[in-house]
Nanobody
């Protein structure tokens, strides 16, 4: 049984930083991709970032490139999303997800098989 548990969300002022964590368990993830998605009220879920668990290759949405950094700790089976220079438009529920997919599909949420419960990030102006 795969389990993904996010933590680290909260309220922060614009320009501030937060680090989200996603602890994964239930299987060996070396061939998987771990992604972060977010969903704001009234909007569709959107891709934020992803990392190949085995390769360490990283991928980012244009809207967060240069501000967010995704990383992993294989020993802890945990993936992190360091978010700097936060903006009010970053406000959303952030979800981690895991799946196996081609590189071209990394930003597509249906390609991910397992999802966490989400953590709220609120950025005030």
């Amino acid at each position: 049984q795969v389990s993904l548990v996010e933590s680290g969300g909260g309220l922060v002022q614009g320009g501030g930083s937060l680090r989200l964590s996603c602890a994964a368990s239930g299987r060996t993830f070396s061939s998987y991709v771990m992604g972060w998605f977010r969903q704001a009220p009234g909007k569709e879920r959107e891709f934020v970032a992803a990392i190949g668990w085995g390769s360490g290759s990283t991928y980012y949405a244009d809207s967060v490139k240069g501000r967010f950094t995704i990383s992993r700790d294989n020993a802890k089976n945990t993936v992190y999303l360091q978010m700097n220079s936060l903006k009010p438009e970053d406000t959303a529920v952030y979800y981690c997800a895991v799946g196996v997919m081609a590189r071209a599909d990394i930003s597509l949420s249906p390609k991910y098989d397992y999802w966490g419960q989400g953590t709220q990030v609120t950025v005030s102006s």
